[in-house]
């Protein structure tokens, strides 16, 4: 499983503590961190080990003059809390929560990621949903991923059900799309019942109709459909002053057998 990350962001100002690492050790420091950094998120992506045998195999790779001078910046760095010290000296990794927070943003869109507990320096309840921790001694990665196959599936069956209940209410007769004719809507007006009834309680049942028709038609010979015709059509009463009249006794018959269909 892809683990590291190909890209890490890295800012163009340096704050005080890497101006202090390249005033104490020159360009080695600042080759230090930066190569750290890239170690850390092209690795496990949140962590990189770090041994006697690491500082002697990373002074050869980088062409440091020796492992000591390498530990020495490093354990500048962590004095500067560049990298957690807990972390280093129960474990002997390189971590910090600034780095942790970065990489689990980097892989936001990945299926999974799995993230080992007793590296953890993030609130547990703060981590993504595509987070699965493994327990101290790892043993327990089944359980977690199982965990987290349980939730993904529990996710798609939610969206499911919420996808079967749009399309139910799509061809319900008696929602707006199947009752267009019914309620004396157009093909290319999108209204839902309750949007019709609240236009028509606030505007009249006949001035609906007629901004509806007015709205239906500017459509078809301009070619253009509005997002929102509910909204588009209360903005065009308001901005036309047009007012709910007298509820004369056949439209508040109309308006209650209208209500009386939900």
């Known amino acids: 499983m892809l683990k590291g990350i190909d890209y890490f962001p890295l800012d163009c100002q340096f704050n005080e503590a890497m101006e202090l690492i390249e005033a104490e050790y020159g360009f080695l420091g600042f080759t230090v961190i930066i190569k750290i950094w890239q170690r850390i998120y092209s690795g496990y992506g949140y962590y990189c080990e770090w041994?006697?045998?690491?500082?002697?195999l990373f002074a050869r790779r980088i062409g440091a003059d020796s492992a000591q001078a390498v530990s020495a910046v490093i354990a500048a760095a962590i004095d500067k809390g560049f990298f957690d010290r807990t972390l280093y000296e129960q474990y002997q990794i390189l971590s910090s929560a600034g780095i942790q927070r970065r990489y689990l943003l980097a892989v936001s869109r990945r299926k999974q990621v799995?993230?080992?507990?007793?590296?953890?320096?993030?609130p547990v309840d703060d981590l993504p949903k595509n987070v699965c921790i493994l327990g101290?001694?790892?043993?327990?990665?089944?359980?977690?991923?199982?965990?987290?196959?349980?939730?993904k599936e529990k996710e798609r069956k939610e969206k499911g059900r919420k996808e079967k209940e749009r399309k139910a209410e799509e061809n319900n007769p008696a929602s707006a799309a199947a009752s267009?004719?019914?309620y004396g809507l157009y093909s290319n007006i999108?209204?839902?019942?309750q949007e019709y009834a609240a236009l028509s309680q606030e505007f009249g049942i006949e001035n609906l109709q007629r901004y509806i028709e007015r709205m239906s038609s500017f459509?078809?010979?301009?070619?253009?459909?509005?997002?929102?015709?509910?909204?588009?059509?209360r903005d065009w009463m308001l901005a036309?002053?047009?007012e709910k009249p007298p509820e004369h006794s056949y439209q508040l018959e109309a308006y209650k057998a209208l209500m009386n269909q939900f």
Request: no cysteine.
């Open 180 to 182: 267009a004719k019914q």
């Open 219 to 233: 459509q078809q010979e301009k070619g253009r459909i509005y997002a929102n015709h509910a909204q588009k059509l």
């Open 240 to 242: 036309d002053r047009i």
């Open 136 to 151: 101290d001694s790892g043993n327990n990665a089944d359980q977690n991923a199982s965990n987290f196959q349980q939730r």
């Open 114 to 122: 799995m993230l080992q507990k007793e590296y953890l320096l993030l």
């Open 190 to 193: 999108s209204l839902s019942a």
């Open 51 to 56: 041994t006697e045998k690491s500082a002697l």
